[in-house]
């Protein structure tokens, strides 16, 4: 079983001072949760040795130097960034993969066609992931864990996809049961999906690529050779991105 974890970068209805809005995550095989989160607790011991109780690592806090992190020095916390960056470049396929779609605002037409196209394409992405994956002699299937600020709404926009299939699926049959919502601080996986998101959205929206080319290997692809095809740029204006370029 994978278990894709997603979450969002970016808002729906904050096109005033933004481009993109990015829906990404990690899909984990169940055999490697366990590890992962314990190698997330790992980091935690580091930098709070003295804390007990989980918490959570979201990039704003880290890089705003919010709640837990008020303290630390700004190049104290991109050394934490880019540990926990480490810890997605270091798993190699398919143990963890990633998928991310950022839309642009050439595309938008309203705040729910955005978590609609978005969430629609990266289960398309997901699912034939999980194809590739039967094919070649690795029978397994998916579950969707989504961070559940938007609880009601994604759940609609699944059981639309489960009835009615999706734009270029009939059928999303690797996807299976309803998704499951949870805080990103009840999970550490959610909290590897914001660091895909937030990454894919601030190489989209101010060009950065530190973090960004550290995850990029880990994108879903048909051969280690071949360009990402777990990473999708919606737009309707001329793109030579890194997902649009071998499109075409």
């Known amino acids: ?44 011991n580091r930098y709070f040795p003295g804390v007990s109780y989980r918490l959570a690592f979201h990039v704003t806090d880290i890089r705003r130097g919010k709640g837990h992190f008020q303290d630390f020095a700004p190049n104290y916390r991109e050394q934490i960034l880019s540990d926990l960056y480490d810890i997605i470049q270091n798993v190699r396929f398919p143990n963890l993969v990633a998928f991310a779609t950022a839309i ?3 595309a938008v037409s309203s705040s729910q066609q955005v978590r609609h196209s978005t969430l629609e394409d990266v289960c398309q992405r997901f699912n034939t992931f999980l194809s590739r994956q039967y094919k070649t002699g690795y029978p397994t299937k998916g579950m969707l864990i989504i961070d559940r600020t938007r609880e009601e709404e994604y759940r609609t926009f699944i059981d639309e996809f489960q009835r009615t299939g999706t734009k270029d699926l ?4 690797n996807i299976i049961d309803i998704p499951y919502f949870a805080r990103c601080h009840e999970t550490r996986l959610l909290q590897l999906a ?7 959205f601030r190489y989209y929206e101010r060009a950065e690529t530190k973090h960004f080319d550290t995850i990029l290997p880990r994108f879903d692809r048909r051969s280690p050779s071949h360009p990402p095809d777990g990473l999708k740029h919606i737009t309707r204006e001329p793109c030579s991105c890194c997902a649009c370029s071998w499109r075409g």
């Open 1 to 44: 079983m994978y278990l894709l974890y997603l979450d969002e970068s970016g808002d729906p209805n904050g096109w005033q001072s933004q481009k993109h809005f990015v829906l990404g995550g990690v899909a984990v095989h169940e055999g490697q949760v366990y590890r992962l989160t314990n190698e997330l607790d790992g980091i935690q």
């Open 104 to 106: 642009h605002l050439s």
């Open 170 to 173: 009939r059928f999303l049959g």
């Open 194 to 200: 914001d660091l895909i998101a937030h990454a894919v």
